[in-house]
Antibody, heavy 123, light 107 residues
Framework: EVQLVESGGGVVQPGGSLRLSCETSGFSFGTYTISWVRQGPGKGPEWISLISSIGGTTYYADSVKGRFTMSRDNGKNSLSLQMNNLRTDDTALYYCARGHGDIYPNSRFFDYWGQGILVTVSS | EIVMTQSPATLSVSPGERATLSCRAS??????LAWYQQKPGQAPRLLIYGASTRATGIPARFSGSGSGTEFTLTISSLQSEDFAVYYC?????????FGGGTKVEIK
């Protein structure tokens, strides 16, 4: 069974940092791209970052570029999202989501999602 | 950035009836369009990709059509478990973008 489990969320003040993790199992992790997708309260999903299967390439939404960094460890079947200089509009449920493959275009839509982890940015 | 616009925002449908949901892209995305279903407290679930290909395990009552800028998700005969919010997502260009969603509710 494919599983993705996020952790590391919580409450942080504006300007603070947080590191999210996503532990995976049930599939050949090193052959799939993974994305982070967030969803603010009452809003639709917002894609924020994607990392290629071997970690050599990353893409970011403009809203997080320069503040967030995505990385992966294929030996541990896990990935992380380092979030710096957090703002109140970063408050959301953060999901890690598996791309439907490793090659365009299948890598860019998502067939399995974690349960999400809540990040709240508030003073 | 490609803006995805979904309509209507809310669709009231009786069980057993057909539901037709629309998604419009601000510029052509070819056939690189996915649909997701989301129920309260759950992550989105992939229904359709490539505009018209059903994902694994998705019932045949769900169908997708369209290309370019206009797309449609049709649920042929609504079941109780289909009442949810539906999102479209384009993956033709960066950044990947989602629509604002259509809530399908019981009439």
């Amino acid at each position: 069974e494919v599983q993705l489990v996020e952790s590391g969320g919580g409450v942080v003040q504006p300007g603070g940092s947080l590191r999210l993790s996503c532990e995976t199992s049930g599939f050949s992790f090193g052959t799939y791209t993974i994305s982070w997708v967030r969803q603010g309260p009452g809003k639709g999903p917002e894609w924020i970052s994607l990392i290629s299967s071997i970690g050599g390439t990353t893409y970011y939404a403009d809203s997080v570029k320069g503040r967030f960094t995505m990385s992966r460890d294929n030996g541990k079947n896990s990935l992380s999202l380092q979030m710096n200089n957090l703002r109140t509009d970063d408050t959301a449920l953060y999901y890690c989501a598996r791309g439907h493959g490793d090659i365009y275009p299948n890598s860019r839509f998502f067939d399995y999602w974690g349960q999400g982890i809540l990040v709240t940015v508030s003073s | 950035e490609i803006v995805m616009t979904q309509s209507p925002a809310t669709l009231s449908v009786s069980p057993g009836e057909r539901a037709t949901l629309s998604c419009r892209a601000s510029q052509s995305v070819s056939g690189d369009l996915a649909w997701y279903q989301q129920k309260p407290g759950q992550a989105p679930r992939l229904l359709i990709y490539g505009a018209s290909t059903r994902a694994t395990g998705i019932p045949a009552r769900f169908s997708g059509s369209g290309s370019g800028t206009e797309f449609t998700l049709t649920i042929s005969s609504l079941q109780s478990e289909d009442f949810a919010v539906y999102y479209c997502q384009q993956y033709d260009n960066w950044p990947l973008t989602f629509g604002g969603g259509t809530k399908v509710e019981i009439k």
